[in-house]
């Protein structure tokens, strides 16, 4: 059964960087048919995506946050990453990390990507304060 | 972006009733959205997927419709374990974004 489980520092300071990483387990994270992604959710609010990744590496991330996030992938040890810079208080969250599963589809000779989260880690408290 | 609007917000319901929620893309979808049932300190849980799919293992109460900007979910007949949070999701071409959500509660 697949499970993913996020690690990384409770606090962060603020102007610092966020890293935080997902390892997943009784699956393969090279595995041609999912991507892999994180979401967000501050304290009594809904969810928020940042970004997914493919296991070749290829990146699609939220506009609102691509120019502080940096989402990688190990494929050797079976993990994906997350790095979100110059954090505020408003970064404060529950940060989850998933599974994507969905296809691709070729439309005038452009692909198209439809993917939704089916397996979701249990999230981790990230709090920036200093 | 493309923006969803879920409503209502929050919603009190007896056990047995019928719940419709609906959500509303700014712009056609096609049948690319998903509902999610989060429980309190819990990750989110897939119900539904390409509008009408039920997940597998998921009741049967629960279903999904529409396409293109109006879409609805319905639990049938309500049950205790149905209290939780409701949240559209949109998944147009890996730009994905969620609904506000909608609160359950039992009346």
């Known amino acids: 059964q697949l499970q993913l489980q996020e690690s990384g520092p409770g606090l962060v300071k603020p102007s610092e960087t966020l890293s935080l990483t997902c390892t997943v387990s009784g699956g393969s994270i090279s595995s041609s048919n999912y991507y892999w992604g994180w979401i967000r959710q501050p304290p009594g609010k809904g969810l928020e995506w940042i970004g997914s990744?493919?296991?070749?590496?290829?990146?699609y991330y939220n506009p609102s946050l691509k120019s502080r996030v940096t989402i990688s992938v190990d494929t050797s040890k079976n993990l994906f990453s997350l790095n979100l810079s110059s954090v505020t208080a408003a970064d404060t969250a529950v940060y989850y990390c998933?599974?994507?599963?969905?296809?691709?589809?070729?439309?005038?000779?452009?692909?198209?990507?439809?993917?939704?989260?089916?397996?979701w880690g249990k999230g981790t408290t990230v709090t920036v304060s200093s | 972006d493309i923006q969803m609007t879920q409503s209502p917000s929050s919603l009190s319901a007896s056990v047995g009733d019928r719940v419709t929620i609906t959500c509303q893309a700014s712009?056609?979808?096609?049948?690319?959205l998903s509902w999610y049932q989060q429980k309190p300190g819990k990750a989110p849980k897939l119900l539904i997927y390409d509008a009408s799919n039920l997940e597998t293992g998921v009741p049967s109460r629960f279903s999904g419709s529409g396409s293109g900007t109006d879409f609805t979910f319905t639990i049938s007949s309500l049950q205790p374990e149905d209290i939780a949070t409701y949240y559209c999701?949109?998944?147009?071409?890996?730009?994905?974004?969620f609904g506000q959500g909608t609160r359950l509660e039992i009346k």
């Open positions: 990744i493919y296991y070749s590496g290829s990146t």
């Open positions: 999701q949109q998944y147009d071409n890996l730009r994905i974004t």
């Open positions: 712009q056609d979808i096609s049948k690319y």
């Open positions: 998933a599974r994507l599963r969905g296809h691709t589809a070729m439309l005038f000779g452009r692909h198209y990507y439809y993917y939704y989260m089916d397996v």
